[in-house]
């Protein structure tokens, strides 16, 4: 089982719908981003289970994770920043009370 | 006294058993993430998760990416959705709804999707080797600062910008000081 890239992929696959799944039904703005990360590291996952079973991938997986990991730290930083600035503003960190211009 | 490839007796590998422990603790830690009321216990329970995927990297041979997750992911990601978290807590927030208003659908689309990925994992014949491969982190090393070294050069140019950019976002207005000054 452990040395089948199957099983792998259904490991990332079904992490990526619980965070789907925590994106779209969570009110806070901060547990939306938790699911982000979430799902980011599915794709992290996958592209690692390539790079473990497939030999011309190798190295280069371990590269593009790397370069993953990097970017989901750039997205997190400027995202929180965006929601406390928000919260500064409105006074709460739930999205559906973020409805300024509806009025 | 050497240990054998598997449990003695039963014939099950030690290789299975941490797979399936590993991800067994990955599955119900994000699940509590996206489930649990408090939303401390959810960030406490992320990090449960980067760990055991963490873990789940080393399995496939990739030691420099484990130390990587642990060191970004639970040292630095963790420890910032922390502060914001206490940055935007108010009083009555754990007391008030989690979900939005269409749970339900978003529990249905959840499903579908994994379906889906599960269907297309399961039809498709992968041109995989059936055993793992160890990733020697040197030829990562060669490999990044050689081939992939204008990509890295704009990841870093890429993280310096964000960090500049929340800094600008998430201070403080400076007029509302000169006001509590005068």
Not at chain 2, 141 to 157: C, G, K, M, N, T
Request: aromatic share 8%.
């Amino acid at each position: 089982m452990s040395n089948s890239l199957d099983s792998y992929l259904i490991l990332s696959g079904l992490l990526f719908a619980i965070g789907t799944f925590g994106f779209l039904a969570r009110r806070n703005a901060i547990s939306m981003l938790m699911s982000i990360e979430l799902m980011l590291n599915a794709a992290n996952l996958t592209v690692l289970a390539f790079g473990a079973f497939v030999a011309p991938l190798k190295t280069h997986a371990a590269v593009i994770a790397l370069l993953v990991i990097a970017v989901a730290a750039a997205e997190a930083t400027v995202g929180l920043a965006i929601i406390i600035a928000i919260f500064r503003n409105k006074k709460t960190p739930l999205v559906d009370e973020y409805d300024t211009m509806r009025d | 006294m050497p240990i054998g490839d598997s449990i003695p007796l039963t014939g099950i590998r030690w290789d299975d058993v941490l797979f399936l422990g590993l991800a067994a603790v990955l599955l119900v830690s994000a699940l509590l993430v996206v489930t649990m009321r408090d939303i401390i216990r959810c960030g406490l329970a992320m990090i449960v998760s980067f760990a055991s995927l963490a873990g789940i990297y080393v399995m496939l041979g990739n030691p420099l990416i484990a130390a990587a997750q642990v060191l970004v992911y639970i040292g630095a990601i963790s420890v910032l959705v922390l502060f914001a978290i206490m940055l935007t807590q108010t009083k009555n927030a754990p007391n008030r709804l989690v979900f939005q208003t269409q749970t339900w659908a978003a529990a249905l689309a959840a499903v579908v999707l994994a379906v889906l990925i599960l269907a297309a994992i399961l039809a498709t014949t992968w041109p995989a080797a059936g055993e793992r491969l160890w990733t020697a982190t040197s030829d990562v090393a060669h490999l990044l600062f050689r081939d992939y070294v204008l990509p890295f050069e704009v990841v870093s140019v890429l993280l310096t910008a964000a960090v500049v950019g929340a800094v600008y976002l998430a201070r403080r207005e400076p007029s509302s000081r000169e006001e509590d000054q005068s």
